[in-house]
């Protein structure tokens, strides 16, 4: 059963670049097939995909945060990593990682395999 779990800072200050990294377990993120994505969702809103890494490493992003996205990944330790730049208040909120097949992007969990429990990031000043 593949696990996910994200781990980073909970708090930033605007401007900060923020950095999220995703540990899976019980699977291979080059297992054919599969896509690693990062989700948040904004208080009292819905889900926002942001974007994903393929099993060939391949990248995709959400236009609406590409210009501020970048997802990586290191095979040797089975992770997956979201850096968000300039980060403002408008960017509090929980983000998750998890797994989903094409078509890439969902806005409801049952959209995905799995994810993480979700860790909660907060930009204030």
């Known amino acids: 059963q593949v696990q996910l779990q994200e781990s980073g800072p909970g708090l930033m200050k605007p401007s900060q670049t923020l950095s999220l990294t995703c540990t899976v377990s019980g699977g291979s993120i080059t297992t054919d097939a599969n896509y690693w994505s990062w989700i948040r969702q904004p208080p009292g809103k819905g889900l926002e995909w942001m974007g994903a890494i393929s099993y060939s490493g391949r990248t995709y992003y959400s236009p609406s945060l590409k210009s501020r996205t970048s997802i990586s990944r290191d095979t040797s330790k089975n992770q997956f990593t979201l850096q968000l730049i300039s980060v403002t208040p408008e960017d509090t909120g929980v983000y998750y990682c998890?797994?989903?097949?094409?078509?890439?992007?969902?806005?409801?969990?049952?959209?995905?395999?799995?994810r993480g429990q979700g860790t909660q990031v907060t930009v204030s000043a």
């Open positions: 998890a797994r989903e097949q094409l078509p890439l992007g969902g806005t409801n969990w049952y959209d995905y395999n799995q």
